[in-house]
Each structure stands twice: as C-alpha cells, then as structure tokens.
C-alpha cells in the first residue's frame, strides 16, 4: 500500500462530489434514478457573459494573465463590491485575488491564515469541504453545532463557547448550503464583532449571496463598518450567481497584506484562473441592469421553486419537517418521520435510491446525519415527480 504525505493521508474525497457521481452512474445503467443532488443551476450561463468568452478566445486572450487576475477584472469586481455594499469605504482592488472557482479561494485562504496548532469554527452544518480544506493546512476544524430551532445558525455567545481554549478563524456561509438559512445584517455585525474583539479571522463565504429570497441580496460582510471586517474574508465568485460553475471562477476579498501571500501562494501553485473565463467574468462583473435581468430571472425561478417545494411538502408529506430556505437552492429535510429505526442519513439515502429512485445527498456529507439536502435546481416537473417518489418512502 502506498504510504502517502502527511498532508493528505486522512483526506477523503468531496462527499457530495462522490454521491451525486454514483446517481450519475445509475441513470447511465439505465436506472430509474431522479437526481436531486445537483449543487450547481440548471441554466445556462447568460449569453452575453458566454459570448463574451468566446470573444476572449476569437481574439487571442488565451495566454497566462498575472496570477491574482487581469487587473481590469479584479477591479471590476471591486467596483461591484462597492455598488452592492451599504455605503462602505471603497473595495479595494488590491485585495481582490481571482481563483479557479470560489473553492481554490477558500483553499488560498485557509492555508494562507491557518496551520499547525490553530483552531478553526466551522458551524454545522457546513459546506462539505469546510473541514478538510482547514485540515489540509494542517491546522484543526471544531465544529459548533446549531439547531433547527434557531434556524441553523451561530450566535457569538455559541462562538465564544467553542473557541475556549484559543481560536484562529471562523468559517460562515450565508445563505448556507445545506440549510438555505441567511444571516440578518445584526446577526453578522454581531459575529464580526466578536471576532473583531478577539482578534479572530472571520471567512464569510457569500457565494450564494445572490440567490437570495426576501430581496435581491443577503446581507454581506462589506455592509459592516470598516473597523469589523480588518480582520474579514469575503469568499465569492461567479460560479452561482450567474450559472458559470464549469468556467472556474471566483475569488477572494481580503487586505492587501493577506491578498498579496494569497496572490503569492496561487503564483506558485495553479497560477491564473482560465484567461478566458475572467473575460466573460469581465462581462458578469461589468453588466448594467438590463443584462442583469437574466441573473434576476434565475433567483426568481429559484424562489418560486423554493414555494413550489414547501407547498408539495406541506400537502404531501405533512410530517416531515422541512426547513425554509431563505436563499441558495437547497432544501434541508429532516428524515425523522422516513427513516427506520437507527437509520443514519447515508442508509437512508441508500434505501431511497433503491425503493423509490431518487438521489439526495446524505446529512453527513454536511456534518448533521438526522438530515438530507435535495437541491432544487432542476425544473417544477422534476421537483414534482421527487416529491410525489419521496411521499412513497416508509420507515
Ligand atoms: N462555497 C459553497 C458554500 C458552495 O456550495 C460551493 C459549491 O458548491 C463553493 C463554495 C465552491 O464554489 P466554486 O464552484 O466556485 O468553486
């Protein structure tokens, strides 16, 4: 047996990567599998950002840019950071360093802040890769849970609980994957302003911040003044936002002390994201309100799904707790009320792929095994025909 690194003899592949390939290999057997694991839109990228790739290609735009990103683009993103934003000091583009999607962001970041010795937050549940990302730098992952009754989410008195003992970071994702639950504004000045106390570095992972329901954005860490975020990470990226998850492109958000050793870090690993890609994230970045309405016409879509769900759920499987997501594309369903006795989520994924053909991802892969995610980026008639399949599910 191969005696592997250190570094990666405890890693185990993408959880969710790893279930939605085995439904994707029933359905090529000829299965009759429905697929509900999908983490990524089910449209197509908007036609003007994909020909504005295809431009970048026709013209030659096809060699290395500098590491962190072409310069026109990182500070297009700064300057839609700044329009989004509450009345903030100016983004910086400095600190803008672009990636190969907003996971090789988070991977920068977390092996540029933590190591050997230091603790880091993760609130379950929590984006699957979370945990072995701050593990791959060799530092450790605590987990906080939370609870359905408080919506899934952290508050600084569950923070300081957990970070006796000494604390790095902490990681929080608004709108969360898996549970859809979305920090208020006075929910994250209150993290940032513990983690501003005691000088803890806060990651905020905001890629599904525009796929939000109660408005046309969630609230965001360059809301917050900015004596709270001198210690603060905005993760973000193009991938959901605007159906771009195979162009590979996203980024980080940071000083430019922390930019510049994630810029040097990338420099000596990957190098730039795909030259292509950052010209049709130029495109995304630059839109004006018309072309946007592409983007706007997607979070509606999620959002009447989002209804769509709730409502078969209600009707058709009243006992069985679901939660309300207020953004991203996920539903986060609790299987009390489906499982059988001592089923864990895996077993019950397992026994729905069998009995009723239908693939969700396991709570575990998430951190909470009293739970299962089924992603609503696929049409009503899909989302329909699962419901009406999971209804037959008896425990
Ligand atoms: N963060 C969260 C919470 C996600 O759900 C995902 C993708 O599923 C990512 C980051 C990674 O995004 P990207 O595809 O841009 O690497």
């Known amino acids: 047996m191969t005696e592997f690194s250190r570094n990666v003899a ?6 969710t990567i790893a279930v939605a ?37 026709r013209q030659g735009h096809t060699r290395y840019t500098p590491a962190a990103g072409l310069p026109e683009l990182r500070a297009a993103i700064a300057n839609d950071l700044t329009r989004i934003s509450r009345g903030n000091p100016e983004v910086d583009a400095h ?49 906080v849970p939370t609870s359905a009754d408080r919506s899934f989410k952290v508050t600084p008195d569950d923070l300081e609980r957990a970070a006796e003992g000494g604390v790095k970071g902490v990681m929080i994702n608004s709108p969360n994957n898996p549970t ?16 501003a106390e005691r000088k803890v570095w806060l990651v905020s992972d905001e890629i599904y911040r525009r796929i939000y329901f109660a408005g046309p954005l969630a609230a965001g860490l360059l809301d917050l003044p900015a004596e709270l975020r001198e210690r603060g990470v905005v993760i973000d990226g193009a991938s959901k936002a605007f159906a771009m998850t195979g162009w590979r492109l996203g980024f980080s958000c940071s000083s430019r002390e922390l930019a510049d050793k994630v810029n040097a870090l990338q420099s000596q690993t990957t190098s730039n994201a795909s030259t292509p890609s950052q010209h049709a994230a130029l495109a995304a970045y630059r839109a004006g309100e018309e072309e946007l ?25 009243p006992g069985v707790r679901v939660t309300r997501p207020e953004g991203a594309f996920y539903l986060w369903i609790s299987i009390d009320g489906m499982r059988r006795p001592d ?19 396991p709570g575990a892969a998430f951190g909470d095994d009293d739970y299962v995610r089924l992603s609503f980026a696929y049409s009503e008639e899909t989302l329909r025909e699962g419901v009406g399949r999971l209804a037959k599910v008896r425990g």
């Not at 405890?10 to 959880?15: C, E, G």
């Not at 197509?44 to 970048?56: D, L, N, R, S, W």
């Not at 859809?180 to 983690?195: D, F, N, P, Q, T």
């Open 10 to 15: 405890a890693l185990q592949p993408s959880a």
């Open 21 to 57: 390939s085995r439904v994707k290999q029933l359905i090529a057997a000829g299965e009759d599998v429905l697929d509900l694991c999908v983490g990524e839109p089910d449209f197509a990228t908007p036609g003007f950002i994909a020909e504005a790739g295809v431009q970048a290609i």
């Open 293 to 317: 309405g592409e983007v706007e016409r997607m979070r509606l879509a999620f959002q009447s799904r989002r209804d769509l769900l709730l409502e078969l759920f209600a009707e058709q499987l």
């Open 180 to 195: 859809g639950a979305v920090y208020s504004l006075e929910e994250l000045e209150a993290i940032a302003r513990w983690a």
């Open 95 to 143: 600190g803008i360093v672009v990636s190969t999607g907003a996971k090789q962001a988070l991977f920068n970041v977390c092996f540029s802040l933590f190591g050997p010795g230091d603790r880091v937050l993760i609130p379950a549940p929590y984006w699957t890769s979370y945990p072995e990302i701050v593990s791959l730098a060799r530092a450790e992952p605590v987990i």
């Open 343 to 361: 089923e864990g989520s895996i077993a019950f994924c397992e026994r729905l792929l069998k009995e009723v053909g239908v693939g969700l991802i």
